[in-house]
């Protein structure tokens, strides 16, 4: 259902939910002006280096390693629209695009890492997924650049707390987004289901139905193992009565054999056991997992609204709507949701054309919100955009996601940002596991456990 209060401005924040988990982050997806709908005009960069670069001739080539691989989605189109403006402003600057899907990029990294080889700009996950990259010296601070022409006052407000070590910003995040749960509304009307599921036994229940009708019920590429693990980080949000379990565990306070964390392996493994994902799950990746849902053979897809704008460019547009993810078991509040600060632009410490690497973010971040809102994708983003969704053609599934936004009452940031990287691997290899075979969920809490001990 349209939100209507959301029709007419779009300036989508997330500061209430995110000063409840910044203790958890351990600080711890243009041109000219978009006639569509808004006033979001950018900051003009100040490409001094570019500019020098210009006036002497030399050629300055800047390795990007990013993440939009899919040709389908906004994301893809415009970073090559960026990079294209950029280019024809500064001909003696070329932008190398490395484009890598989610996990390739992250194993990418780490072996660059290891030989301080990190491409001049790269992506990273917020808080404790970049810390070691922080503490290894391998990013630039990036306090001077965002005092450039405004450029830090278009991040919504605590966001860049995210990506802060010791009063330095070292990244620039690409969004701001909530989990939830995508449907295909014309296969819900063909398995005879009138609603989306508020209960996790009722969300079984239509995976069943579902599944005899020959129908995926939840599309996922657990390849990419960061997937089954945002999916379970929700079930373990409802068993846990709220937000705030891996803060405890790490303040000492609960375990990972907590009962809360075994009735959330326990819900989690009654969805694989009810034939929830498709056959081979973990030899697909997340964009395959994702274009299943995208050509509409899955009936359901509980990812990040990132998402939104890629469904919306899809063969299922216009057949989608969006759900909170219920409660499990009476417990949880649909209204918490797992928080998901975007990926973010880093910059080499080490890079060899450093200014005119930070002259070049600074125009890629000045320009990304408008050019996300004239590609219909702005919803989750990290920077704030003013505009009327209605009257620059949203469609009314981006709408509602925007309007579930209002909704957000707190919630948790994902394992792999809040734990270690060495307690975080345990974790993903545990729950891909549980796509293979059924396992004792007392004995995965002691794995966590043992491994969190193990890591401190």
Known sequence: MVNRKMQKTFSIGLTAAMALTLAACGNSNNNSNNNSGGDNAAPKSTNSAAEATKDSGKKVTITFQNIYPDPATPAYKMIRELVGEYEKENPNIHIELDTLNTDQQKVKLKTQAASKEVPDITIVNPAAQMKPFVD?????????????NGL????????????????NVYALPDGNNIEVVYYNKELFEQAGIANPPTTFEEM???????KEKGITPLAIGEKDSWT??????????????????????????KTFEDPAFVEAVDAFQQLVQ??????????????????????GKAAMWSIGSWETGAIDASSVAGKVGAFQFPTVNGKGDPNEFMLAPGSAFAISANSEHLQETKDFLNFFASNYPKKQFELKNAVGLGQKVDGDLKAAGYSDLAINIAGLFNEVKGGDLAFDNTMNPATAQVHLSSIQNLFVQKVDSAAVGKEHQTAFEANK
């Open 136 to 148: 290894a010296g391998l990013f630039a601070p990036l306090n001077d650049m965002l005092e450039q």
């Open 152 to 167: 830090k006052d278009t991040y919504q407000t605590g966001l860049l707390d995210y990506y802060s070590f010791n009063n």
């Open 204 to 210: 079984l229940k239509d995976v069943k139905i579902l």
């Open 228 to 253: 089954g693990s945002f999916l379970f980080m929700n079930i373990l949000l409802r068993t846990n009565g709220g937000p705030g379990f891996l803060q405890e565990v790490l303040d000492g306070k």
């Open 274 to 295: 009810a034939g929830a994902f498709p056959d081979g799950a973990t030899s697909i990746d997340a964009n395959a997992g994702g274009n299943i849902f995208k050509t």
